[in-house]
């Protein structure tokens, strides 16, 4: 399989593999004019398995739903064929409107202007939990 290289764009890297789509899917990338590559299960010595997303184009990213998603990301700019910056992703402290409370009671479910917003609880477990109701995210899915 042959892919070009990126002479001005983006770099997503190091993404777990099989989580590759769901970036995709956060970062609405398939509504670019660009061109976007998803590679997934790449041979990676130190990951085993992981998936890569090249896009042709440099565009603002979410690092917080990056990082929710996969917080040991890399985000390489590319310009002009060179690296020129290399961003390594964290576990956000808190996200908002990423993921929904499944809480009927909770206020989000009745005024919905209102952000869903998840503070991380435990960083160890990748657990969120509900800014309002306290409730557990089910999962760091999006």
Same mark, same amino acid.
């Given at each position: ?6 002479t ?23 509504k670019?004019e ?14 085993g ?11 603002d ?6 990082g929710f998603?996969?917080?040991n ?20 402290? $808190?996200? %908002? @409107?990423?993921? !929904?409370?499944?809480n ?5 479910? #009745?005024?919905? +202007?209102?952000?869903? =917003?998840? $503070?991380? %609880? @435990?960083?160890? !477990?990748?657990?969120y ?5 306290? #409730?557990k995210? +089910?999962?760091?899915? =999006?």
């Amino acid at each position: 399989m042959n892919i070009d290289g990126i002479t001005n764009g983006l770099v997503i890297d190091h993404i777990e593999a099989g989580k590759g789509m769901d970036i995709y899917n956060a970062l609405h990338l398939g509504k670019l004019e660009c061109s976007v590559a998803l590679i997934k299960n790449v041979v990676s010595k130190k990951m085993g398995k992981k998936d890569i997303i090249k896009v042709d184009e440099v565009i603002d990213v979410d690092l917080d739903a990056l990082g929710f998603i996969d917080p040991n990301i890399t985000v390489n700019t590319i310009k002009d064929n060179e690296i020129i910056s290399k961003a390594h992703i964290e576990l956000p402290k $808190k996200v %908002t @409107n990423l993921i !929904k409370c499944k809480n009927p009671r909770c206020i989000t479910s #009745t005024e919905q +202007e209102l952000p869903h =917003i998840f $503070k991380l %609880t @435990n960083e160890e !477990k990748r657990e969120y939990r509900c800014i309002y109701c306290e #409730t557990k995210a +089910e999962s760091t899915r =999006i």
